[in-house]
């Protein structure tokens, strides 16, 4: 079997860390958290669910989706963000003083709600610059923390971007370091985190694949992608063999 | 002729005043509905997306018929951001009220049901809720230490829909698209674009009336077949994605209203 794509290593990254899950969420425009999801299917039989997805084997209603989250029926949902801070407030609205913004995204969507209610909320952005990744948000739009007294039984567990994997301290409010990926180490990450974050030590490399990750990827997975990410897995694994 | 059909989509869009506030679900949106105001030239429109916009609101921005866009996101998907929204946030031309999709639902479902407010988990600590001056922070009444977000109820002066068929006593067949059925309970007026107007009574068919808007929440319904088009709608065409490039191109450079016209007049 060829070696791992970076895309990859952040497809299994991701699906470590959504292990044990029953019901993931994933938007339609996330293709890597989407793949990580498919795999913990494959591998464990989580529920997906795709938000904004017309197939039937991954449809849920958009009223349904907040109504579940609001039980506690959804167990790992992604965010991503124009910028995410040290505190890991998440941005989607823009930059600058709102309303009128120098920069200006689209908007909250449900991040303000299911950031609160949705225990294991893993951040990705690929992108790994100081302008992603900020000492401080220009808008909440999704809190990354909550004073003691709130019904808060969800929030941020990891943060996921193309160079490292860092674990949410909730109690102490800060992100923690705990791999880097191939071809990345401590000051390169430093240098392009505009926060600032504990470090685990020793600090690993990101584990790769193994054999049987990337086989089901490679073979179960990819075809799935092929009909809902279509421009995605074309890139990575080719025009996948009919499921 | 009486009764709830209209000729066609102008004489939905006549009633709409200046100012008014109207609802647009974000899927099978009508852009038929949105050019034709855009026709019109109204003004001062308060849109809410529910809870999502898309290239009708785009347009209905882009065109100047807006004032206030209350919304969860303006986005073309795929199609990357919405470039009339973005520019007129920026210049300060469009005011928005920024919320967050659930917090839409519930507001109108809280219209719906005629009751005056609603609660909402989350959204506590947010800038959503620091700049919502109409939303409040309460203590739950049943439960001791328990801060919860309450929303004023919304009803919207217009519902503005498209569907794939209607009857002719105005009952509207949504299938499972039940943001249009939150819409049309909440808002005070629902105006509805649909492909077909057919004879058969929609709520004599099980099949069909499970998923139907009776007629006694909807005002208006004109045929416009193409109602949704650059964009899809499921069931009857695809999206022209060549047709939104070019309004997206177009959007982007920032020209005026007859031009904002022309790359969805081409596809329809």
């Not at chain 1, 003083?97 to 449900?110: C, E, I, K």
């Not at chain 2, 609660?119 to 800038?127: E, S, W």
């Not at chain 2, 230490?145 to 002066?157: E, K």
Request: proline share 7%; charged share 20%.
């Amino acid at each position: 079997m060829t070696a791992a794509a970076p895309e990859e290593v952040l497809i299994t990254t991701i699906a470590r860390l959504l292990a044990g899950s029953r019901h993931v969420a994933v938007g339609v425009l996330s293709p890597i958290p989407g793949a990580a999801a498919l795999l913990v299917r494959e591998r464990e039989g989580a529920k997906v669910s795709i938000i904004g997805s017309r197939d039937p084997a991954y449809r849920i209603g958009s009223v349904a989706l907040f109504d579940l989250a609001a039980q506690g029926r959804i167990d790992a949902f992604f965010l991503s963000g124009g910028q995410i801070d040290g505190g890991a407030n998440v941005n989607l609205v823009g930059i600058g003083a709102y309303p009128t913004m120098q920069v200006r995204w689209s908007g909250s969507f449900g991040s303000a709600f299911l950031y609160h209610l949705i225990p294991k909320v893993i951040l990705f952005r690929e992108e790994h610059t100081p302008r992603t990744l900020v000492e401080r948000v220009d808008f909440v739009s999704a809190a990354g923390s909550s004073p003691p007294g709130t019904h808060r039984p969800g929030g941020p567990h990891a943060l996921v971007t193309g160079r490292g994997l860092f674990l949410w301290q909730r109690d102490e409010g800060r992100f923690r370091l705990v791999s880097v990926h191939p071809g990345s180490d401590l000051a390169d990450i430093r240098a392009r985190t505009g926060f600032d974050f504990d470090v685990e030590e020793p600090l690993p490399v990101t584990a790769l694949p193994d054999q049987e990750e990337l086989r089901t990827l490679r073979s179960a997975v990819a075809p799935q992608l092929g009909s809902i990410y279509p421009q995605f897995a074309r890139r990575l694994w080719g025009a996948p063999a009919a499921a | 002729m009486g009764g709830p059909i209209v000729s066609d989509v102008e004489a939905l869009a006549a009633r709409v005043p200046d100012g008014a506030s109207v609802a647009i679900f974000k899927d099978q949106a009508p852009v038929a509905l949105a050019r034709a105001l855009v026709a019109q030239a109204v003004r001062g429109l308060h849109v809410i997306t529910v809870p999502t916009g898309g290239l009708a609101v785009d347009l209905l921005i882009g065109a100047g018929c807006v004032a206030t866009v209350e919304t969860s996101g303006v986005t073309l998907g795929e199609h990357g951001a919405a470039p009339a929204f973005a520019r007129a946030v920026k210049s300060g031309r469009v005011r928005p009220l920024d919320a967050t999709c659930p917090a839409i639902y519930a507001a109108l479902q809280a219209g719906g049901k005629g009751i005056p407010f609603i609660p909402i988990r989350g959204v506590l600590g947010t800038d959503v809720l620091a700049h919502r001056h109409d939303w409040q922070v309460i203590d739950n009444p049943f439960r001791k230490d328990d801060p919860i977000v309450v929303l004023p109820a919304l009803r919207p002066d217009f519902g503005l829909l498209h569907a794939v068929r209607a009857d002719r006593q105005g009952n509207v067949w949504i299938g499972e698209e039940e943001g249009l059925r939150i819409i049309a309970h909440a808002a005070h007026r629902v105006l509805v674009t649909v492909e077909e107007v057919m004879d058969a009574d929609l709520m004599a068919d099980p099949v069909f009336a499970a998923g139907t808007i009776p007629a006694f929440y909807v005002e208006a319904v004109a045929p416009a077949p193409g109602g949704c088009r650059p964009l899809a709608l499921r069931g009857c065409y695809g999206e022209d994605a060549a047709a939104i490039r070019r309004y997206v191109e177009r959007a982007r450079d920032g020209r005026p209203v007859g031009t904002w016209l022309e790359p969805v007049a081409e596809a329809a």
